[in-house]
Structure formats: C-alpha cells, structure tokens
C-alpha cells in the first residue's frame, strides 16, 4: 500500500455506514484495513439491494474499497481467540457495536489496551456511552431528535429527513479526525488512548449557524423551505424553463448580480443595500429578481452569473453532479482493482501532493481474505 498512512494496521470491526465509511477512508490513504464480519452473511450491507452491481449492493460497494474480509464468529473460542490477536496487532481498532457490546467478548478499550498499550481505540455510538447507551444509533434517529428535521422541508409542511444518512458520513469523518489526533499524540509519547464518537454530537456541532443561534442567541431556527434565515439571496429561483440557485453572500456580490440581471439600481436601494437590509427585505426583493430571471432560460442565466462572478448552479439530479465535476476538472469517478475487476468508484475527496491516495483493493467478497489473513494471525503468536 502506498499513500500517507502506509504501514498502519487498522482492525476494522464496524458494520454498515459510519465506521466503514471511516475506514475506507483510512484505507484510501494507504492504511491496511481488516474488515472483520461475521457469519454467516457478513454486512448487512452487502444485502441492502436494490440498487446493485453483480448481485452485491451498491450501497456497500460505495464504503468498502481497499479492505481485506475475514469471516470470525466471536462466539467460537478459535475465532475469538484469532479477533483478539488481530487487536494485539493493530495500531487502530475501530468498532460501532452498541456501547458495552466489544466488553462480552473481551475487546473492549481496556481489555485490548492491556496487550497493545499503543492501540488508537475508537467507538462510534448513535448517542454515546452515558444515558444514550441503549439508544439504538440509526441516522433517521438522530436526524429526528438532533433537530434538523424540523430545519428540513417546506415552512407549512412535515419535516423531512435528508436525502442521505448525513450525520452517519458526519460521524465516519470526525471519528477519522479523532483516530489522526490520536495517532499524534501517540508519535510523541507511544501511549494509545480511546476516541469516542456519537452521531448525536456529530450532528450538534454539524448543525452549526442553527446550533449556535439557539446555544449562543437562545433562538430556536424553524423551517424555511430552501431560503437561508441570514442570508438572501441564497435560495433557488425560477427561471424561464427551471430553478436556478442564486447566491450573494456579501453586498459586492450582490451588485454583481444585480448588474447581470440588468437592474443595478436595486443594488443602491435603500431596502437592499446591506445584508440586514436584503434579509430584512427579502419578500419585497424577491420579486424584482424573478422578474428578471424568468426572462431566461437556467443554463443562460448559469453562463451570464458565472462570468459576472455571482455563485449560482443548477439543482442537478446525480448523474448530472458527476457531470459537473468532470466540467470543472475534479475527474470524480475512479477504477478500483485490477482490469478482470475494475469497479468503477467515487474518487477520495481529498488530494495529497506528495503522498497519493491508493486504490488497490475493490470492495471484497465476504471472507475474501480469510485464509490469508488466519494464517497470519496464527503465526507467530
């Protein structure tokens, strides 16, 4: 394995979406990952269909790649016996079972921590370690108890959940953050330490301007459909054939655009000239934009904005996303594995100069790598 964290052995015994997304991502960087499943169907993932590619879900295709599996029944005492030396072994272990789960069968921070002082430990809960514990963590859950369904939607409506499992990517990414600054500190004085990660938290701190007006202005955000509660323009807006996003973060932003759409007296009125103004004022501005937008059709108005230096883009469906980001040079889709087994992947989202990510490994096949991985695991202990 190449990349930034070559030679870091990470025992993976997550399952579904935050800690495998986590370790895929680790694993992207050059860590060698050991995806640990039990039997007799491993992830539940793998079953989540449709959609699917040659009968496996897509879904778990999305957050595998660059993983060996072994199949290990924690319940038999060979199996067992072979999870707890990989936990000797490894340099993070990573794991997302309800808090207290690892403790039955001895592979909890402090049982590990006896034969491997240096291990990097992180748990991933739905709610945390405290009261939370038995709260099963589903995002749907968090989404709903965190607040941000009743951020999501239109004002008369329901709330919605998000079209993804965002606090599941949320959580994966900061348990990555956490198991790095581990992995520091460990550089300086050799010791491990436990990293604990609950999507409630994750989803507090992701909520950040409607977290902070309720913890810092006692203001509870309520829905408001696509607008922005402290900024407008920020919203879509109808255009000859189909909604147009329309950004002016900042009042020279919002003289460009009121340049571009032929009306740039409205940038001195008095109602508009600041942000307090246009937010203040947005039912009385928001008509003059449209006025003018409608004249035009999305694609023309995302041509003319853009050479204005005004933010605006197309509500896309996905597959005109990818299109986009190949448009704008970030090549999005990568081939993983050899050429009898390319999967085709979304690219790692960061990119490193001297250090390049890997994509070596496809998503493996259930127990792919178990007889590899048993007969290290048997040898020399």
């Given at each position: 394995m190449t990349g930034p964290l070559a030679g870091l052995l990470v025992a993976d015994f997550s399952r579904v979406l935050a800690g495998p997304y986590a370790t895929m991502l680790l694993a992207d960087m050059g860590a060698e990952v050991v995806k640990v499943e039990g039997p007799p169907t491993g992830d539940e993932t793998r079953s989540w269909i449709p959609p699917e590619r040659d009968g496996v879900s897509?879904?778990?295709?999305?957050?595998?790649?660059?993983?060996?599996?072994?199949?290990?029944?924690?319940?038999?005492?060979?199996?067992?016996?072979?999870?707890?030396?990989?936990?000797?072994?490894?340099?993070?272990?990573i794991e997302n079972l309800r808090p207290g789960?690892?403790?039955?069968?001895?592979?909890?921070f402090e049982s590990v921590r006896r034969d491997n002082p240096a291990v990097v430990y992180a748990s991933i809960s739905g709610f945390g370690s405290a009261e939370g514990a038995d709260v099963p963590g589903y995002d749907l859950l968090v989404q709903g108890i965190s607040g941000l369904?009743?951020?999501?939607?239109?004002?008369?409506?329901?709330g919605y959940r998000a079209g993804i499992s965002v606090f599941d990517v949320m959580a994966g990414n900061h348990a990555v953050i956490g198991i790095l600054a581990a992995l520091r500190h460990r550089d300086r004085t050799g010791g491990g330490q436990h990293v604990e990660v609950n999507l409630l938290s994750s989803a507090l701190t992701g909520l950040v301007n409607h977290s902070s007006a309720w913890v810092a202005g006692g203001v509870?955000?309520?829905?408001?459909?696509?607008?922005?509660?402290?900024?407008?323009?920020?919203?879509?807006?109808?255009?000859?054939?189909?909604?147009?996003i329309v950004i002016a973060a900042n009042d020279r932003q919002f003289q460009r655009l009121c340049g571009a759409l032929g009306i740039p007296d409205v940038a001195q009125d008095e109602r508009f000239r600041t942000n307090r103004d246009r937010t203040r004022n947005r039912d009385q501005l928001r008509p003059l934009l449209e006025e003018q937008l409608v004249r035009r059709k999305a694609e023309e108005w995302f041509e003319v904005l853009l050479e204005a230096g005004v933010p605006s883009g197309p509500i896309n469906t996905i597959d005109d996303g990818f299109a986009a980001a190949e448009r704008f040079g970030l090549d999005p889709v990568v081939e993983v594995g050899e050429a009898d087994r390319a999967l085709p992947t979304t690219r790692h989202p960061i990119r490193f100069s001297a250090t390049p990510v890997d994509y070596a490994l496809p998503p493996p096949d259930l127990d792919e790598h178990g007889a590899q991985l048993r007969a290290w695991l048997e040898s020399e202990r």
């Amino acid at each position: 394995m190449t990349g930034p964290l070559a030679g870091l052995l990470v025992a993976d015994f997550s399952r579904v979406l935050a800690g495998p997304y986590a370790t895929m991502l680790l694993a992207d960087m050059g860590a060698e990952v050991v995806k640990v499943e039990g039997p007799p169907t491993g992830d539940e993932t793998r079953s989540w269909i449709p959609p699917e590619r040659d009968g496996v879900s897509t879904y778990y295709l999305g957050v595998n790649r660059g993983k060996r599996s072994i199949v290990l029944d924690l319940r038999d005492e060979a199996d067992l016996a072979l999870a707890r030396e990989l936990a000797r072994r490894a340099d993070v272990l990573i794991e997302n079972l309800r808090p207290g789960g690892m403790a039955k069968f001895g592979l909890d921070f402090e049982s590990v921590r006896r034969d491997n002082p240096a291990v990097v430990y992180a748990s991933i809960s739905g709610f945390g370690s405290a009261e939370g514990a038995d709260v099963p963590g589903y995002d749907l859950l968090v989404q709903g108890i965190s607040g941000l369904m009743s951020l999501t939607g239109s004002p008369d409506g329901p709330g919605y959940r998000a079209g993804i499992s965002v606090f599941d990517v949320m959580a994966g990414n900061h348990a990555v953050i956490g198991i790095l600054a581990a992995l520091r500190h460990r550089d300086r004085t050799g010791g491990g330490q436990h990293v604990e990660v609950n999507l409630l938290s994750s989803a507090l701190t992701g909520l950040v301007n409607h977290s902070s007006a309720w913890v810092a202005g006692g203001v509870v955000p309520y829905r408001m459909g696509n607008a922005h509660p402290s900024v407008f323009p920020y919203e879509p807006f109808p255009t000859a054939d189909s909604d147009l996003i329309v950004i002016a973060a900042n009042d020279r932003q919002f003289q460009r655009l009121c340049g571009a759409l032929g009306i740039p007296d409205v940038a001195q009125d008095e109602r508009f000239r600041t942000n307090r103004d246009r937010t203040r004022n947005r039912d009385q501005l928001r008509p003059l934009l449209e006025e003018q937008l409608v004249r035009r059709k999305a694609e023309e108005w995302f041509e003319v904005l853009l050479e204005a230096g005004v933010p605006s883009g197309p509500i896309n469906t996905i597959d005109d996303g990818f299109a986009a980001a190949e448009r704008f040079g970030l090549d999005p889709v990568v081939e993983v594995g050899e050429a009898d087994r390319a999967l085709p992947t979304t690219r790692h989202p960061i990119r490193f100069s001297a250090t390049p990510v890997d994509y070596a490994l496809p998503p493996p096949d259930l127990d792919e790598h178990g007889a590899q991985l048993r007969a290290w695991l048997e040898s020399e202990r």
